[in-house]
């Protein structure tokens, strides 16, 4: 078991996840250690500290999925910058055509609990202290065959 030392947190400095007081939202988080940043990467994003365990520390990601990560895992401090870009007008329906969305479908339903709430049970906490090795890949090769179906 590894502690990290407390640190006294600068929005926008990068810090280890452990060292980082609970409730510090953190942006450019890394899941597996010395991958790089792969979550809270877009513009207004963040994620929360919520607790610390033996050596990992457990965080709130935006989608409010909760993932268990190692302590060592690097995140930087405070909010994505530009959290209003989504309320820049698009101007025609051409305009979004042009950048790739696609117009929503024209059937649509208010739900109105006729059948009630569904309550589901909470997903379970990832954990992405223990890397998974990628799957090596098996190819079958055959040979190749000539036009005139002699091998060469």
């Known amino acids: 078991m590894e502690i990290c030392v407390a640190v006294r947190a600068y929005e926008g400095d990068t810090y280890a996840v452990g060292a980082l007081p609970i409730g510090t939202v953190v942006s450019s988080l890394e899941l597996i250690e010395g991958h790089g ?47 209003q870009w989504i309320k820049i007008p698009w101007g025609t329906a051409g305009a979004t055509r042009d950048r790739g969305i696609r117009p929503k479908s ?7 609990g006729y059948c009630g709430r569904k309550i589901h049970p909470a997903k379970p906490l990832r954990n992405y202290l223990i890397p998974t090795e990628p799957k090596l890949l098996e190819f079958a090769f055959q040979p190749l065959k000539r036009a005139n179906g002699l091998l060469k």
């Open 106 to 112: 024209g059937l649509w339903h208010r739900k109105d």
């Open 37 to 83: 940043c792969r979550v809270a990467r877009a513009a207004g994003c963040c994620a929360t500290i919520l607790k610390k365990e033996d050596a990992s520390v457990v965080i709130q990601l935006p989608s409010k999925l909760q993932v268990r990560v190692s302590s060592k895992c690097l995140a930087t401090v405070g909010r994505v910058s530009n959290p």
